[in-house]
């Protein structure tokens, strides 16, 4: 075992006292970084996912950048769709785009159970440069999108405020739904193992359109397979689930075992601990939006966040990704006032 020089964020995941709370951004290898523009220019998104050196460039840009105390490997939620076979298209501008989506059995028997390393080595290959490359400097993320979240976008085919389309699916063709979400449990196990053996010391996994299901919904369609990852990966890694919007199911996430639980700005984080309970750790949660504020406002509103969070069982983050427009030096106000902040008295235990 590698002896990491940082390694808050872990010993946070893992419930032990921590000198500061971590601090890293949802997003953060991307755009809003003129060094990952210049490399755009040059490379399609695919090939910089499907490069190892690239992909590892682009992962450590903000570590050196913007100084977060995690890398998060960069890639996307969409390779697996794409290791099933379906053709995916990162349109400039607009986003993903899967010109022939599921709507039939038909297109479901299209799909292949794909072999991990065959088929997604490359992403294995690049977090194990990245962790020769981070030296120990901070720990590695690894991710995959939720099964539910991938549905979304392999039945509507591109993105959507609604997803109308995958919800009918779901509603109209439930067996058919719920082999499709299947395949993707076991396909996504397979993959966070993989990740997992390649070097990423955390797995978030990522359920950004789970707020759009209501509470059983997200039950029958989401949480019964996040249930099913979270109990084949978490003796291999420390886990953390980010459903966005799906507060009203924190409890059941928190059941899962999964370490830590991100939330979004719309729930107040005193009222996110009493759902998730006294001890998993809960991640984020600064409106991404409030990074274009000026950076004095951004300073003052994260000693409030951090405040409602009480110092413990918290890794400050926002509540979803970062945005293309923030200027790199609000980005970097926000992790510096996260490292320099002194919690208040009355919060000090
Ligand atoms: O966090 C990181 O910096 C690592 C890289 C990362 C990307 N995508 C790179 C990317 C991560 C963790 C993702 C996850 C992802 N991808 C999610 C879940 C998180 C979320 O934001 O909700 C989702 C829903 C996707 C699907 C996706 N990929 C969309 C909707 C888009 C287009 C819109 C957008 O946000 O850019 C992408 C493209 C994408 N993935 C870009 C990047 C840096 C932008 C395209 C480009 O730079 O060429």
Redesign the pocket.
């Known amino acids: 075992m590698q002896i990491l020089k940082n390694d808050l964020l872990l010993r946070t995941l893992r419930g032990e006292p921590t000198s500061r709370v971590p601090v890293w ?7 809003y970084l003129p060094d ?1 523009r210049r490399l ?1 220019e040059k490379y399609s ?1 695919f090939e ?2 499907q490069t190892p050196e690239l992909a590892a460039e682009i ?1 450590i840009q ?1 570590v050196e950048q913007v100084g977060v105390d995690a890398a ?7 390779v697996v769709p794409q290791a099933m076979g379906m053709e995916v298209q ?1 349109i ?1 501008g ?3 785009l899967l010109p022939d989506p599921i709507k039939s059995a038909r297109d479901l028997g299209r799909l292949i159970m794909p072999d991990p390393e065959e088929k997604l080595g490359y992403v294995f290959d690049a977090l194990k440069l990245t962790k020769s490359r981070l030296d120990g400097r901070v720990p590695l993320i690894g ?1 995959a ?1 939720a099964p539910w ?1 991938l549905l979304c ?1 392999m039945v509507q085919g591109k ?1 959507s405020k609604t997803f109308d389309e995958a919800k009918a699916f779901c509603y109209t063709q439930p067996a058919m739904a719920h082999r499709l979400l299947q395949m993707l449990t076991d396909t996504t196990i397979a993959y966070l193992k993989g990740q997992a053996r390649a070097g990423a010391d955390v797995l ?1 996994i ?1 359920d ?2 789970g707020g759009l299901l209501g509470p059983e919904d997200f039950e029958q369609f989401s949480l019964r397979y996040i249930r099913q990852i979270v109990a084949a990966i978490k003796e291999e890694a420390l886990t953390i689930i ?1 459903a ?1 919007g799906a507060w009203h199911s924190l409890e059941g996430m928190a059941a899962t075992g999964a370490h830590g639980l991100g939330i979004d700005w719309c729930i107040r984080p005193e009222m996110a601990r009493q759902l998730a309970g006294p001890t998993v750790v809960l991640q984020g949660n600064f409106d991404p939006a409030k990074l274009l504020s000026p950076v004095e406002v951004i300073r003052r509103e994260v000693d409030v966040m951090l405040d409602a969070f009480g110092g413990q069982h918290h890794i400050a983050n926002l509540g ?2 970062i945005l ?1 427009e923030v200027p790199v030096d609000h980005a970097r106000a926000f992790v510096e006032a996260v490292k320099n902040h002194v919690l208040r008295e009355d919060h000090v235990l």
């Open positions: 951004m949802m997003r953060q290898a991307g755009r990952y755009k998104f910089r996912c992962t903000p998060i490997i960069f890639s996307d939620i969409l990162m400039e607009k986003g993903p991710f999108g979240t976008y993105g978030q990522f950004s359109w980010f966005k979803h990704g293309p």
